[in-house]
C-alpha cells in the first residue's frame, strides 16, 4: 500500500479506522511536514530527483537504497491480509461512489514519486526520473523515464498522465476537490508531463501531484477479451493492467484476491524498491465481522493485523498457545507519523445539531472516564484536539504567530478562542457526572429545550429531542450503549442502528444519518485536504469529508492561511488556529486513540535491523518471508 501522504491520506481518511472498529492489515506508510517553499530544491525551475518541504532530501542523487530497508532481503513467500466485509470492484476511479474497491488493487500502479519513510514528506522518483517545479509555485513538471512499462510490455507516456488525471478528477470527488486549483496537466514533450495550477504560493500542490496513480490509458479506452468496451466510469470485475510490482493473480468474488510479484517489473532496480516488495504472494481474505476476523487470524488464516480493540489487545490472546509459545507474535510500534480526530461526528445539517450548545451538551453526558476504565482497560487518551498526537495540537491559550492569525479573524471566529482553552468535561467522580450532567440541562435549555416528565422537548415544537447513532459494525454497541443510559439521565432518547457496510457507505456519502463514528487522519503537513474536510464548498457535495456540514467562514480563512504559509512555524501557527477554532465549536464528541500501533502476526517474518522512523513497523513493505521462522511456526495455508 503506498504511503499515506497527499493523496494517499486523503483516500485513506474515507476508511473508518475507529479504535474500537476494524482497520486494513496493511500498515500505512509516512506522512509529511513542509517547510518553506524557498526551501524546496526543485523551487528553482531546475530538474532535480527529488522534493521535500523540509530544507534538503537525506538521499542524494546517487544514493542506493532507504536505510530502513534491506536491498540483500531474500525474495519469497507468501503474506496473508484479513479484511471484513466483501468487494465486488478492481476499478480505483469509480472507488467510494458505486462498489466496494478490493483492498490491495492499488498496489498494482505506480505513482510519479515515491515517499521516504524515515524523513518528513520528501519524495523521490518513481516512474518520473526527475521533477522541475516553477519558481512562483505555479506549475510542476516530470519527466518520465524511458524504460517505464505497463505489465503488457507497453510504455509509459505523458498521455497515460494526463489522461489519468483528468479521468480521476471528474469522476472522484476525492480527486476533484483535492486537485481543485489544478487548471489542467498537458504533455509538454516526448516524455514530460506539466501540472500548471489556477493559483501560486501552494506549497504542498506540486509535490501531491507526484502521489497520483497513473492508469493505462490503451487498456481503459480498449475492449475486453468478449469484445465489450471497457469504462473507467463503472466497477469492473476484469484483472486491470498494472505498471507496479504487483499483479493481481486470481480471485474469488467478495471473498479474496491474490497477487503476485513481477519477475520482471521495470522498477525493480531502482534505488527507492530496492529492498521493498519481498513477498512473492500477497493474498487478502475477507470475512463476516470484526470477531470473525479476530477467530481467524487464531486459525492461521491470515497472517497480520493491527488490533484496535482495546477488551482484545488485554484479553483476546493472552490465553491463545500460540502466543505463549510465540508463535503468533503480540508487539507494538510507535505511531510518530500523525495526529487524529476520531468522534461521534454531527451532522449540523439537521436543525437539532445546529445549536453549539446542544452538542456540547452530549460531551458533557460521556463519561469516558467510566468507558477508558470498564471497557477500554485504561489502554487509550481522550483526544483533545484535531491534531491530537502532533506538535499541530492547541493548547492553553493562543500566543505569538498564533494569536496574530487569529486576531486577523477575530471577528469569524467564536471569543472564547482568545479566554478559554478548550477541554473536554471529566467525569471522574460521581459528583462530577452530576455537576456536568447539570451543566447539560442548562445548556440545553439555553438553546430552547426543555425538561418535561423526563424528556428533553422544544419549547417552541414540544418535539422530543432524540437522536440515532448510525454505525456498520455492532462493536459499538458496548460504547454506546451506556453513553446512550448517559443521555437518557438528561432527557435525549439515544438510539442505535447497525447497517451492513455497503448501507452505511451509501448513507453517509448522502449525509443520511445523525451521528457517526467518523475520523480525520492528519499529517503532519496539513494542506488541500483541509478544504475538503471542513470548508464550505464541500459541505453539500455528496461523498465529501466535510461530514459535519461545516460552512464557517473564519474555519475557510484559516484553511487558507494554513495552505499558503510560507514556513514551518506558520503552518504550525496557522495549524493551531484552525485546530482551536474546530473545537470551540463542539462540532463533535472526541473519543480516544493510543498513541501506539498494536500488531499481531504469526512468526514467519524477517524485517530490517531499522525500522522506518514515520511508518511505524513498515510491515510488509520492507519485511520478508523467514524460511527458518516459519518452519517452527509452520507454513501459512
Known amino acids: 500500500m503506498t504511503a499515506q501522504t497527499a493523496t494517499g491520506r486523503l483516500l485513506a481518511a474515507t476508511l473508518l479506522v475507529a479504535c474500537l472498529q476494524f482497520t486494513p492489515a496493511r500498515a500505512q506508510e509516512p506522512v509529511a511536514m513542509p517547510s518553506t517553499p524557498a526551501a524546496m530544491p526543485a523551487a528553482n525551475g531546475q530538474w532535480t530527483h527529488a522534493i521535500t518541504l523540509m530544507g534538503q532530501p537525506k538521499y542524494g542523487p546517487s544514493f542506493k537504497h532507504f536505510d530502513y530497508a534491506d536491498p540483500a532481503a531474500p525474495k519469497g513467500g507468501m503474506v496473508r491480509f484479513g479484511a471484513q466485509g466483501g468487494f465486488d470492484n478492481f476499478n480505483i476511479v469509480v472507488t467510494g461512489l458505486k462498489g466496494d474497491l478490493e483492498g490491495g488493487i492499488q498496489q498494482i500502479y505506480d505513482s510519479l514519486m515515491t515517499e521516504s519513510a524515515d524523513e518528513p514528506f520528501t519524495s523521490y522518483g518513481l516512474l518520473a526520473e526527475a521533477v522541475r517545479i516553477a519558481p512562483d509555485l505555479g506549475s510542476v513538471s516530470y519527466r518520465l523515464r524511458e524504460d517505464a512499462r505497463w505489465h503488457d510490455g507497453k510504455p509509459i507516456t505523458p498521455e497515460d498522465v494526463v489522461w489519468s488525471f483528468d479521468v480521476l478528477k471528474a469522476n472522484s470527488p476525492f480527486y476533484a476537490a483535492y486537485y481543485q486549483t489544478v487548471a489542467k496537466a498537458e504533455a509538454s514533450g516526448p516524455h514530460e508531463v506539466t501540472f500548471t495550477f489556477s493559483e501560486t504560493g501552494n506549497r504542498e500542490l506540486p509535490q501531491v501531484i507526484g502521489q497520483l496513480r497513473i492508469l493505462p490509458k490503451h487498456w481503459w479506452t480498449a475492449k475486453d477479451a468478449s469484445g465489450r468496451q471497457r469504462s473507467v466510469t463503472e466497477t469492473t470485475l476484469e484483472p486491470p493492467l498494472g505498471s507496479g510490482p504487483y499483479r493481481l493473480a486470481k480471485f474469488e468474488p467478495g471473498r479474496t484476491a491474490t497477487y503476485t510479484r513481477v519477475p520482471d517489473y521495470w522498477g525493480k532496480d531502482l534505488p527507492v524498491n530496492a529492498g521493498r516488495y519481498n513477498f512473492d504472494t500477497e493474498r487478502y481474505e475477507y470475512f463476516r465481522d470484526g470477531t470473525v476476523l479476530v477467530e481467524a487470524l487464531k486459525g492461521d488464516l491470515y497472517d497480520y493485523r493491527v488490533e484496535n480493540i482495546a477488551r482484545n489487545w488485554a484479553t483476546a490472546y493472552e490465553d491463545f498457545p500460540a502466543v505463549r509459545e510465540g508463535r503468533l507474535i503480540k508487539e507494538a510500534f510507535p505511531d510518530r507519523g500523525m495526529g487524529l ?193 471542513w470548508g464550505s464548498a464541500a459541505a453539500d457535495k455528496p461523498g465529501s469529508r466535510n461530514l459535519i456540514g461545516i460552512k464557517d467562514p473564519g474555519i475557510d480563512a484559516l484553511i487558507e492561511k494554513v495552505i499558503f504559509a510560507k514556513d514551518r512555524p506558520t503552518v504550525i501557527a496557522a495549524t493551531r488556529a484552525l485546530d482551536r477554532v474546530l473545537l470551540a465549536h463542539d462540532y463533535v464528541v472526541p473519543q480516544w486513540a493510543s498513541d501506539q500501533q498494536r500488531t499481531l502476526r504469526w512468526n514467519r517474518f524477517g524485517h530490517p535491523a531499522i525500522l522506518p522512523l514515520y511508518a511505524s513497523s513498515g510491515f510488509p513493505t520492507t519485511w520478508w518471508y523467514d524460511e527458518k521462522l516459519a518452519a517452527k511456526t509452520g507454513a501459512p495455508r
Open 341 to 533: 480526530m476520531q468522534a461521534f461526528t454531527f451532522n449540523t445539517r439537521r436543525e437539532k445539531f445546529k445549536d453549539p450548545r446542544v452538542r456540547r451538551a452530549f460531551n458533557l453526558a460521556m463519561n469516558y472516564e467510566e468507558m477508558n476504565k470498564a471497557l477500554f482497560y485504561g489502554l487509550y487518551k481522550r483526544i483533545n484536539s484535531y491534531f491530537f498526537g502532533s506538535e499541530l495540537a492547541s493548547t492553553g491559550l493562543p500566543e505569538g504567530d498564533e494569536k496574530a492569525i487569529l486576531e486577523s479573524v477575530r471577528d469569524k471566529v467564536p471569543p472564547s478562542v482568545f479566554t478559554t482553552p478548550y477541554a473536554n468535561p471529566v467525569n471522574d467522580s460521581p459528583e462530577a457526572v452530576r455537576k456536568n450532567l447539570r451543566e447539560a440541562v442548562g445548556l440545553l435549555r439555553e438553546a430552547g429545550y426543555d425538561l418535561r416528565g423526563g424528556k428533553m422537548v422544544s419549547k417552541a415544537t414540544g418535539e422530543p429531542l432524540t437522536v440515532e447513532f448510525l454505525e456498520f459494525q455492532s462493536t459499538f454497541e458496548r460504547v454506546i450503549l451506556p453513553f446512550s443510559a448517559q443521555l437518557k439521565l438528561i432527557g435525549i432518547d439515544a438510539t442505535l442502528r447497525v447497517i451492513d457496510q455497503a448501507q452505511y457507505q451509501n448513507r453517509i456519502r448522502n449525509f443520511d444519518f445523525d451521528i457517526t463514528t467518523s475520523n480525520w487522519g492528519e499529517s503532519l503537513s496539513p494542506g488541500n485536504e483541509q478544504r475538503e474536510y
